[in-house]
Each structure stands twice: as structure tokens, then as C-alpha cells.
Nanobody, 126 residues
């Protein structure tokens, strides 16, 4: 059975970098659209990064664009979120997600994703 397991995160300080990893088990990651979502305290979950099945297209909201990098390695069955220049507003629970959708584009719409990893806590202190 296909499942995702997230790792990384923890407590860091403003300006630090951190990397989240999402590992797939049970089935290849290839041919799947992937994304990262974040739920900040008291806020709804939002899509903060996505990557197309080919890996050729990524999207980010303005809040993380230029600081976060979403990448994938289908041979390793992994997806990565490199987070640079972290800010206290980046604090939250991060989730990786996958959808069996191919194509040149990706989406940060939560409704498109049916497979989710467990949440990863990231706390950024000032």
C-alpha cells in the first residue's frame, strides 16, 4: 500500500535553514504530482510548494517563494523541501502529499491530493 513518511523539522532559529524529507513506500513516486502543505497555529492548512510529476515545474506562494525549494528524486522515492532564511511565521505542521496526476504542471490545491504523510512540526524561534 502506498504511503508517505515525512521527516526532518524540529526547532530552529530565524535565519536558519532546514530540510524536510518525504519518503514514499509501497509504490513508486514517479508519475505522481507532489506537494507540501503547512498548517500554522490557528490557521487553515495551505499549500506552500508543489512539483510536477516530471519535476520540471514548481510553484510557491509569495510567502515562501525565493526561500523554499521543492525537489524530488524518484530513484530514491523521495521529495525534499529545502527551507532557507526561516522566519517565525514559518512555524507550523508540515505535510507532504501526493496525487496520481501526471503532466507538466502542479497544483497547491488540497483537494487534489489523496495521499498524505504524517505532520512534521517545524518551530522557528526569533
Amino acid at each position: 500500500q502506498f504511503r508517505l513518511v515525512g521527516s526532518g523539522g524540529g526547532r530552529v532559529y530565524a535565519g536558519d535553514s532546514a530540510r524536510l524529507v518525504c519518503t514514499a513506500f509501497g509504490s513508486p513516486l514517479s508519475s505522481r504530482r507532489l506537494a507540501w502543505f503547512r498548517q500554522a497555529p490557528g490557521k487553515e492548512r495551505e499549500g506552500i510548494a508543489c512539483i510536477s510529476s516530471s519535476g520540471g515545474n514548481t510553484e510557491y506562494p509569495p510567502s515562501v517563494k525565493g526561500r523554499f525549494i521543492n525537489d524530488r528524486d524518484d530513484e530514491m522515492n523521495m521529495m525534499f523541501l529545502q527551507m532557507n532564511n526561516l522566519k517565525p511565521d514559518d512555524t507550523g505542521i508540515y505535510y507532504c502529499a501526493a496525487a496520481p496526476l501526471q503532466g507538466a504542471y502542479c497544483s497547491r490545491l488540497e483537494s487534489e491530493y489523496g495521499d498524505w504523510g504524517q505532520g512534521i512540526q517545524v518551530t522557528v524561534s526569533s
